[in-house]
């Protein structure tokens, strides 16, 4: 059983920044992918990005240049810098993690946070 929850998240003007974490608790968590995921209202849950246990990472186009995703295997902690934010951006995000054997499939998912960006 693995717990995941996030944090961070608020209201924030476009242009600005915000930095969610995602901590977990049960299992092995140097040895998990970690990804960021997100929703917007009336929009399917889409792919934000991800990184390995080696650290390797993988953005979706969207935020390629404005959001980072880095861990700290020391505190069972994943996050995600977001940068230049834009009102495209809002939604709730979850963190979700990919246990060995390392499939691409997210088997625990966090509670969700929620990023509002206004005009």
């Known amino acids: 059983q693995v717990q995941l929850v996030e944090s961070g998240g608020g209201l924030v003007q476009a242009g600005g920044s915000l930095r969610l974490s995602c901590t977990t608790s049960g299992g092995t968590f140097s040895r998990y992918r970690m990804g960021w995921f997100r929703q917007a209202p009336g929009k399917e849950r889409e792919f934000v990005a991800r990184i390995s246990p080696s650290g390797s990472t993988y953005y979706t186009d969207s935020v390629k240049g404005r959001f980072t995703i880095s861990r700290d295997n020391a505190k069972n902690t994943v996050y995600l810098q977001m940068n230049s934010l834009k009102p495209e951006d809002t939604a709730v995000y979850y963190c979700?993690?990919?246990?060995?054997?390392?499939?691409?499939?997210?088997?625990?998912w966090g509670q969700g946070t929620q990023v509002t960006v206004s005009l």
């Open positions: 979700a993690a990919d246990t060995p054997p390392l499939n691409f499939v997210y088997e625990w």
